[in-house]
């Protein structure tokens, strides 16, 4: 079992940046896969970012691939969504989530643990 925590949001101008981290308890990050969703208002949550548990490759969604990037350092069990050229329809509710394993990376049923999350609001 693992516990996630989010944090680095913020109000940022359109073609800013920002850096969320999402830390973990429990256990290492090491045997989870991660994945980045956000939820906009009035909106379902939405897949962003998978980062793997393994040296298989990263994976994005259309909407950021390019301007996202997520990394992680097992070391002090973090997990990295750097989110560069912010553009207001970035505007959300950002959440990491947990996976042993298995699933659809863009798929919430397929992590068992979520986060908090934390706000990013992109400003025109």
């Known amino acids: 079992q693992v516990q996630l925590v989010e944090s680095g949001g913020g109000l940022v101008q359109a073609g800013g940046s920002l850096r969320l981290s999402c830390a973990a308890s429990?256990?290492?990050?090491?045997?989870?896969?991660v994945g980045w969703f956000r939820q906009a208002p009035g909106k379902e949550r939405e897949f962003v970012a998978f980062?793997?548990?393994?040296?298989?490759?990263?994976y994005y969604a259309d909407s950021v691939k390019g301007r996202f990037t997520t990394s992680r350092d097992n070391a002090k069990n973090t997990v990295y969504l750097q989110m560069n050229s912010l553009k207001p329809d970035d505007t959300a509710v950002y959440y990491c989530?947990?996976?042993?394993?298995?699933?659809?990376?863009?798929?919430?049923?397929?992590?068992?643990?979520w986060g908090q999350g934390t706000q990013v609001t992109v400003s025109s």
């Open positions: 989530a947990a996976s042993a394993g298995g699933g659809s990376s863009y798929r919430e049923s397929s992590y068992a643990y």
């Open positions: 429990g256990r290492s990050f090491s045997v989870y896969a």
């Open positions: 980062n793997p548990r393994s040296s298989s490759s990263t």
